[in-house]
């Protein structure tokens, strides 16, 4: 899957909450939308994940393994193209873009996201924390889990964004995936990679690190 850094993080987000990065031709992107024929259908979707660009062979993996979702699905090739143009400019129109800082200060005040946080569910007789509903506290869910395993609460989810959740849980298994290949799982003998490439391992995931941390330092700023 080749892949390039598109730019920095310009600190401000879409209308649909996703990045806004500044290449160095001091172009503003955010999604920069490919359209592919998948499975009988025109398929619209992100070409920029995590701040890299993505070919479109590695997008059509990352929808594939769930990493990221269509923007759109069409019938045919021009109401695609038609549908990614509208989207362009729906999300870059006024209004559209907004700055990190001021969209995470929101979520952080009072209600500034849906929250119901400081009641008490009336139903599990459960309190509410902070960016969570009544509904997201009630335990109501029966969860088999096995040794080793972490479920994130509601509001924890809301705040980092599933997308992100998402990014992380690929990134680790392309690692793994990778760790294994190099004979570092405790197979040696059965690596089939050398493993002096482990300085190449990707960051995605302390890269989506940082911008939450970046995020959460500006909203409390």
Not at 21 to 36: A, D, F, H, R
Not at 59 to 74: D, N
Not at 109 to 134: A, I, Y
Not at 204 to 219: F, K, L, N, P, T
Request: no cysteine; net charge negative; proline share 4%.
């Amino acid at each position: 899957m080749a892949q390039s850094k598109v730019g920095k993080p310009t600190g401000k987000v879409t209308k649909a909450g996703r990045q806004v990065y500044k290449t160095p031709e001091g172009e503003e992107v955010s999604e920069k939308s490919v359209t592919l024929f998948i499975n009988g259908k025109w398929v619209n979707a992100p070409s920029i994940w995590n701040g890299k660009r993505i070919d479109e062979d590695g997008v059509e993996r990352l929808l594939k393994e769930g990493a990221i979702k269509p923007t759109s699905v069409h019938d045919t090739k021009e109401k695609a193209l038609d549908a990614a143009e509208k989207r362009s400019e729906e999300l870059y129109n006024e209004g559209g873009i907004v700055k990190a800082k001021q969209q995470t200060k929101k979520m952080l005040e009072e209600g500034g996201m849906l929250d119901e946080g400081g009641t008490v569910d009336p139903k599990s007789g459960n309190e509410v924390p902070t960016g969570s509903l009544q509904e997201e506290v009630r335990d109501d869910i029966p969860a088999q889990l096995s040794e080793g395993e972490f479920v994130f609460p509601a509001d924890v989810v809301r705040f980092i964004g599933l997308e992100r959740l998402m990014q992380m849980r690929q990134a680790a298994k392309r690692g793994l995936a990778q760790m294994d290949a190099m004979g570092q799982m405790g197979n040696s003998e059965e690596a089939t990679m050398d493993d002096g490439n482990d300085t190449e391992f990707e960051t995605e995931i302390d890269d989506i690190i940082s911008e939450v941390e970046a995020e959460s330092q500006q909203g409390m700023a």
